[in-house]
């Protein structure tokens, strides 16, 4: 688990290690310009001619700094300034003193355009930006991106909301983004990820004290995070890992039913049962001879067999199907996953769930859940999903490119998962991934967490495999088997 800052964070850690700690702000303002210099010694030939292109705050000093180390190690770099020198801050002007000493060629910011420079550092405005950029920095920054030259941003690419990830107006689109310290959400939500490149994090000298002493309530899984499965006992029986109930589909969509019962059972669960329309049992058996069958009729009698429930997938939004919602909305006593036409069912039906409950609604049901249109959502998606999980007091999951899981006070990010997941059905495989979790006794904030890495990670194996443009969502549930392959996950037990 990693977690990632908001440009307010960030200040609070750097601010804490000047005032705090009392680490001088020009030692860690020379630290990330070594970062800098670093990875350009690393990736970039001495040949390369390098441009920093800088402001006036401190993300420009630590442009100047950078161009400085590197023409100190052979490289030809030079520097220009955007805006007024005797706006810079004081740490700036003095980085800009010592590069002149070290005869560091200061030139005008025509030089972004002339076709001289192979490389370009972006050091306008790193986290600092708030709004939407204007007037001469709007052309700076457009010129840079047009420059044909190769890209690296310092701390955050320059026309980028930090804490958002949003882009206000114009924003430079880095090929590698250096940031220092800790990653920053925008970084990591889009659309700032599709500016930002290849994330480096570089360390700047932040001691774990300062880091510490900010709260952050956001972060992300990586793969060492799989060891959170749930440990198969050697010596157990089906009923062991618990059963699922999947109330799916209707007289049209029997897959979704499918999808959601066989990726339960792909994810560990020991027995499922669909439950669906009665023209729906040969079919679904037919495909899963695994799975036990009950007609929608039946529900009041094995409603109790459960350890999780799936409500939702192909349900429709006919009577029959609403009273089904109901009926499991004021009787289940287990955690329960609802999805698909479900959730719209659930706003027509109660307010206010509980945190037994596990939300997953696409932007649209997003938008149909909060009142919210979907461009207001997709501006700041990781408020809107904490602050819906908290209305709603469940477990939410707002599906995007990057699906947001809150409980209303933590926020986790999926980076997992790639664009060829945009496909039918892969919605109704993420109920049941996460449903076979819940069934082998995981929390649900925990299920539903790993269950949206896991369903991403699955859909990046088999796209490598498929390409994004054939993967289909039972590929996904083949990805399942396959990472799940790799990580063990038995106790230590032996008969």
Known sequence: MRHIYTNKEAKEIDTHAIHTVGIPSLVLMEKAAMTVAAVLMERENRECRILAVCGTGNNGGDGIAAARILRQQGYSAAV???????????????????????????????????????????????????????????????????????????????????????????????????????????????????????????????????????????????????????????????????????????????????????????????????????????????????????????????????????????????????????????????????????????????????????LTPHLKEMSYLTGESVPLIQENILSAVKKAAGDWRCILAGKDARTIVSDGKDTYVNVSGNNGMATGGAGDVLSGIIAGLLAQRMEPFEAAKLGVYLHGLSGDIMAKEKSAYSLMASDIITGISRILSGIGGEDEERI
């Open 80 to 358: 220009t300034v955007i805006g007024q020198t005797e706006h810079m801050t004081e740490e700036t002007k003095k980085q800009m003193a010592i590069a002149v000493g070290c005869h560091v060629p200061v030139l005008p910011p025509s030089a972004i355009t002339d076709g001289q420079f192979d490389i370009m550092l972006d050091a306008v405005f790193g986290i600092g930006l708030s709004r939407e950029v204007e007037g001469i920095y709007e052309k700076i920054l457009e010129e840079i991106n047009h420059s044909g030259a190769t890209i690296y941003a310092l701390d955050v690419p320059s026309g980028i909301h930090a804490g958002t990830g949003a882009v206000p107006g114009t924003a430079v689109k880095a090929d590698c983004t250096v940031t220092f310290g800790v990653n920053k959400i925008g970084l990591v939500l889009y659309p700032g990820c599709e500016y930002a490149g290849e994330v480096i994090v570089g360390d700047i000298g932040f001691p774990m004290e300062s880091v510490l002493s900010v709260d952050s309530s956001v972060y992300l899984y990586e793969t060492e995070d799989l060891k959170r499965m749930p440990q198969r006992k050697r010596r157990s029986h089906k009923g062991t890992f618990g059963k699922v109930l999947v109330v799916a589909g209707s007289e049209t969509m029997s897959g979704a039913c499918y999808l959601a019962a066989r990726a339960a059972y792909s994810t560990g669960a020991g027995l499922v049962r669909a439950v669906s329309t009665e023209n729906n049992r040969d079919v679904i058996l037919s495909a899963l001879p695994e799975a036990l069958f009950s007609a929608r009729e039946e529900i009041s009698d094995i409603l109790d067999w459960a350890d999780a429930i799936v409500i939702g997938p192909g349900l429709g939004l006919s009577k029959e199907a609403e009273e089904l919602m109901q009926y499991v909305l004021e009787n289940s006593s287990v955690p329960t996953v609802i999805d698909g036409d479900g959730i719209r069912l659930c706003r027509n039906l109660t307010d206010s769930l509980s945190d037994n409950f596990i």
